[in-house]
């Protein structure tokens, strides 16, 4: 007869999504996700199969977290100010109580750019390409510039934003505001 889990996956998981987010993957150890879950390891490999596996739902729940101001950015039809928002917005979930600081798939694909993990490449390759073409989508809505400027600047803003997760680790408010006005200052 199969055991039931004496505890709630989500909340699990929720857990295990911000140690990831605050250590990254590599110095998250086995016995620093027990800690923080309150679960064994057995429970682990139950649930999620092994580290990586529960590594990958733990992106695929942050994706969840942050996905209402992707939906925003979305819906949303004013071209540049909507990048604009998109970057203040980003920062208020690093700034969310109960939040860590930056942003886990920038610091994912920081950690994992060198290495050939094709379930994680595809996780943050799926998640920029979604970005990238959120950018080209609003700078078309300024119809003044033609398509090469409008990739050129979608590419130049795919690097702010991994510039602006990464300073709001450690930069200060003004710092980060400084940055993003200058950023569309620029464009």
Do not use: P
Not at 57 to 84: A, M
Not at 112 to 128: P, T
Not at 174 to 182: A, G, L, P, Q
Request: net charge positive; with cysteine.
């Amino acid at each position: 007869m199969a055991r039931t889990k004496k505890y709630n996956e989500a909340a699990v998981l929720d857990k295990a999504m911000h140690l990831f987010w605050r250590n990254g993957y590599e110095a998250t150890t086995m016995q620093m996700l027990e800690q923080e879950m309150g679960i064994n390891k057995f429970s682990i490999y139950s649930s999620f199969g092994n580290k990586h596996g529960l590594f990958v739902e733990s992106l695929k729940s942050y994706k969840k977290k942050v996905n209402s101001i992707f939906e925003e950015f979305k819906n949303s039809h004013n071209g540049l100010e909507d990048i604009k928002t998109f970057f203040y917005n980003s920062i208020k979930i690093s700034n969310t109580k109960g939040n860590e600081k930056g942003c886990l798939v920038t610091n994912t694909y920081n950690e994992f750019s060198d290495k050939q993990d094709v379930l994680i490449n595809e996780e943050m390759s799926s998640f920029m390409n979604h970005l990238k073409q959120l950018f080209i989508d609003k700078l078309r809505l300024n119809s003044d510039k033609d398509e090469a400027t409008i990739l050129k600047q979608a590419n130049f803003l795919l690097l702010a934003k991994h510039g602006l997760a990464a300073a709001s680790r450690v930069n200060t408010q003004k710092e980060i505001e400084d940055y993003i006005e200058m950023t569309f200052k620029n464009l």
